[in-house]
């Protein structure tokens, strides 16, 4: 299983951005598709998730301002951005939940992670 993410960049604050991570190779199911975000010096923390029945959590942080959302027929996961400010500076890294078969259990796969750089 590859995850593969896209749409890191620069934005200025107040700017907005666009994630996207697309689930590849041998997938049976998805059930959950996160982005968790690190900034220097930091832990790797939760930014948001959406569950197979489109449940989402979100971190206090970014609540009303990120908005995540995945297409279940293409296995993928995006993250819109807005109002973004200089301490969403992180390299986001997607995570996806995924059955490779039928009856197996699920397993967390990462990207390789994706660069948001918020100047003020």
């Known amino acids: 299983v590859q995850l593969q993410a896209s749409g890191g960049g620069l934005v200025q604050a107040g700017g907005s951005l666009r994630l996207s991570c697309v689930a590849s190779?041998?997938?049976?199911?998805?059930?959950?598709m996160g982005w968790y975000r690190q900034a220097p010096g930091t832990q790797r923390e939760l930014v948001a998730i959406?569950?197979?029945?489109?449940?989402?959590n979100y971190a206090d942080s970014v609540k009303d301002r990120f908005t995540i959302s995945r297409d279940n027929a293409k296995n993928t996961v995006s993250l819109q951005m807005n109002s973004l400010k200089p301490e969403d500076t992180a390299v986001y890294y997607c995570?996806?939940?995924?059955?490779?078969?039928?009856?197996?259990?699920?397993?967390?796969?990462w990207g390789k992670g994706t660069l948001v750089t918020v100047s003020s």
């Open positions: 995570n996806a939940n995924v059955q490779r078969r039928r009856y197996s259990e699920g397993m967390d796969y």
């Open positions: 190779g041998s997938v049976f199911r998805v059930n959950s």
């Open positions: 959406i569950r197979s029945g489109a449940k989402t």
